[in-house]
C-alpha cells in the first residue's frame, strides 16, 4: 500500500511560515535550517491532514493559537539547543 503524497503534517506548514516570519533563512544557511526543521519537528505532536481546506474549516481558534504557540516554543527550543551544541 502507497500512503498518498497528499498526506502531510500540518505542522511542517505551520514551521516554515514561523521560519519565514522571523527571517531565519536570511540568518542562516540551508544545512542549519534544515538541521533546525528537523529539531523542531522532533518536539511537536504530528497532526496528519489530506487537504488545507480541512484545517480552515474545522479547526477552532483555540487549537489553532495552541498550535501556534507550540511552534514558537519549540523554534525556541531547538535554536538555543543548536546553539549550545554548536551544531
Known amino acids: 500500500m502507497k500512503i498518498s503524497d497528499d498526506i502531510h ?3 511542517e506548514k505551520l514551521v516554515v511560515q ?3 516570519a522571523q527571517k531565519l533563512e536570511e540568518k542562516y544557511d540551508v ?3 534544515a538541521d533546525l526543521t528537523c529539531v523542531v519537528l522532533n518536539q511537536l505532536p504530528t497532526r496528519y491532514i489530506r487537504h ?6 474545522y479547526l477552532p481558534a483555540s487549537e489553532r493559537f495552541e ?3 507550540n511552534v514558537k516554543v519549540a523554534i ?3 535554536l538555543e539547543f543548536m546553539r549550545t551544541h554548536n551544531v
Open 67 to 69: 498550535m501556534e504557540s
Open 76 to 78: 525556541s527550543k531547538a
Open 31 to 33: 544545512d542549519f535550517i
Open 52 to 57: 488545507e481546506v480541512d484545517m480552515s474549516f
Open 9 to 11: 503534517n500540518y505542522y
Open 18 to 20: 514561523h521560519f519565514s
